[in-house]
């Protein structure tokens, strides 16, 4: 069996199927693992999240930032609702099935044989992995239950931005949601910061990427995450960034994951400017 972590596809329906193509996936023997942002900006959404739904158990895919705005738009919360190519999601007859299925959907992939994890943004310095496993599945246990209408309504907010314990209630969830679906920079102390986004060296406030900040508790952990596709596909030491820029006129990427080998990449161009 493979396993191959893909990028952001973002509604990349036809670059996704050419780069299964490519990369020969075999859904019988075979697994794919998706960064998250399945959806939004792209032209073909909703075939994007009905193709990863029929494919059960051979694929697995963590929420993104743009995942769960779909999720709070079907709930009603329309604060940021700035792409209209959602709105065909929301008015399919199948919805309800698919939103369903999104909401059931992991912060986070661990692998412990193979020594892998994925997100979609980041991992808080002051995580070590089993505190990130733990925090993804509070916040799991909140989106599959009976309280995910309620988060939905209060989903968004760049605050609070330094890690404690003892954080509680809307607070603390907001905050791990904050370090899986947006997480680009941080202070060199851990106090995360949302505000900038383009690649390294252009950031301000002498804030760092997330995986250099010093003393970072998962270090020596292999971590694979999306969302940045201004710093596009990178690799250093055990991390990696999948999202390629697929939708900005760059690559979907896919990556199989070897236990005793590097890495190998696989590429595709995107024909598709958001």
Known sequence: ????????????????????????????????????????????????????????????????????????????????????????????????????????????????????????????????????????????????GPKFAKFCKVIYGDLPDLWSESLEGMERLRFITNCFTRLRYCTPDGRISLLDKG????????????FEAPGRLTRGDRILFGHWSTLGYHQNANVCCLDSGCLWGGKLTALRLRKHKPPKPYQVACQVRG
């Open 1 to 144: 069996m493979s396993i191959y972590a893909i990028g952001d596809v973002q509604g990349c329906y036809d670059e996704l199927q050419r780069l299964l193509e490519a990369i020969r996936f075999d859904p019988s023997k075979d697994k794919l693992w998706f960064a998250g942002d399945l959806v939004n900006r792209g032209p073909k959404s909703l075939q994007v999240l009905r193709f990863v739904k029929s494919l059960g158990s051979r694929a697995v895919s963590v929420l993104g930032n743009h995942d769960l705005h779909l999720l709070a738009l079907s709930q009603g919360n329309r604060s940021h609702n700035k792409y209209g190519s959602l709105k065909e999601i929301i008015e399919a007859p199948d919805s309800h099935e698919l939103i369903e299925w999104l909401r059931h959907r992991p912060m986070m992939i661990h692998h412990r044989k193979r020594g892998y994890s994925l997100v979609h943004a980041g991992v808080a310095p002051q995580w070590d992995l089993d505190t990130a496993i733990a925090c993804a599945h509070e916040l799991e246990e909140v989106l599959r």
């Open 199 to 210: 690649p390294p060296g252009t950031q301000t406030n002498g804030s760092i990427p997330w």
